[in-house]
Structures are given as C-alpha cells and as structure tokens.
C-alpha cells in the first residue's frame, strides 16, 4: 500500500489502484502459495482515477465518519458552499498537490490501525478512501473561509482537520466496523 502510494498519480489512481488489489487479495488462502508471492503478482498498472466533479461521493463517506462520533463530539454540519470552493478553489487545482496528499495516504496506510480492528484488506482501503474525503471537503473548506485557491497552508490544516476527525473524535472499533461493510459488498 505505500509503495502504490509513493507513485507519481493522483490519489483518486492509487485509491482505486488498491482496492483493485484488495480484490485481487481475497483469492489468497493460507496453504496455497506464501502470501507475498501473491502481493508480486498484482497487476503493477495503475486504475485511472480522477478528483470526482462533485464532493457528493466524499460527503457520503465523511457520513460515515461521522457515525463513529459520540453525539456529544459530533462537528456541526458546515456544508455551506463548499461545492462552489470545492470547483472554485480546489478540484482546478487538487493534481498539483498529489505528492502532498499521496504522502498523507502512505502513513495512513503505514499507520493503519484498521488493519487490526477491521475485517480485511478492502476495510483498510475503505478507510484510505475516507480520509481522501475528508481531505477534499476540508480542503474546500478552508479555502471557502480563507477565499482563496487551495495552497500548501491551506492543505495542511485540511490534513489536520481530516486527522482529527479520523484518530480523535471517531472511536475506531465504530469506524472499522462500519469500514468493514464493503469486506460483505465485494466492491469499494
């Protein structure tokens, strides 16, 4: 998972690449071959991915998020006019800060307590692809309050509001059970 996120390609590519390699993981059974002899033999192309047009889909991952929040810690709902930043002062500009936002996913992926509490390798994707959400809406929001385009500043306190939410607020046995659904869906 690190190694597919050190890739030079657009986290929406390395996002949808590893859920690709979940699936292709699940074949694996203990006694049939060592598993990093499976790992070697995953497709080593890249699934084309891009920044969504809309934050619909990153909204509804942040929802479940937000599940995994005690009511008395649950943020207030602030989605006022992100769509309009999100196409204003993010989406034009989201690809040149791959590098940045690839290297969040790689430590999530390295530090990935989900890998313990959830249900499989596609419960770890699942949370990779829910903290690119919460990156893309908070990134849109700062840049709302901030009225302007996305920078470094402003991307690095999205990494810290997506964060927070994720390792502070949600409770993670809630978060990797709700993650784990898709292990029963068979697709991300």
Same mark, same amino acid.
Not at 19 to 48: C, M, N, Y
């Given at each position: 998972? !690190? ?11 390395? !996002?949808?690449?590893?859920?690709? &390699?979940? @699936?292709?993981?699940?074949?694996? %059974? ?21 920044? *969504?047009?809309?934050?619909?889909? $990153?909204? =509804?991952?942040?929802? &479940?998020? !937000?599940? @995994? ?7 207030? $709902? ?14 034009? +500009? ?16 390295? @530090? ?13 994707? %699942?949370? +990779?692809?829910?903290?690119? @959400?919460?990156? =893309?809406?908070?990134?849109? =929001? ?8 996305? &920078? *470094? ?15 502070? +607020?949600?409770?993670?046995?809630? +978060? ?7 292990? $029963?869906?068979?697709?991300?």
């Amino acid at each position: 998972m !690190v190694d597919r996120c050190s890739a030079d390609e657009s986290p929406e590519s390395v !996002v949808a690449t590893l859920a690709s &390699d979940a @699936a292709q993981l699940k074949t694996w %059974r203990p006694g049939s071959e060592p598993l990093d002899q499976h790992v070697r033999r995953l497709t080593p192309a890249f699934i084309r991915g891009e920044a *969504p047009a809309s934050l619909g889909s $990153s909204f =509804r991952l942040r929802e &479940d998020v !937000v599940t @995994a929040i005690p009511d008395d810690l649950k943020p207030m $709902s602030d989605e006022f006019d992100l769509e309009s930043a999100y196409g204003t002062y993010v989406r034009p +500009l989201w690809n040149t800060f791959q590098r940045p936002i690839n290297r969040y996913l790689a430590a999530k992926a390295f @530090a990935s307590w989900t890998a313990y509490q959830g249900q499989g390798i596609a419960t770890i994707v %699942r949370g +990779l692809e829910a903290a690119l @959400a919460l990156v =893309r809406i908070e990134s849109s =929001r700062q840049s709302r309050n901030a009225r302007r385009d996305l &920078d *470094p500043a402003l991307l690095l306190e999205a990494f810290r509001s997506a964060d927070f939410m994720l390792n502070h +607020l949600a409770v993670g046995d809630d +978060l990797a059970a709700v993650w784990s659904r898709v292990e $029963s869906l068979g697709d991300l």
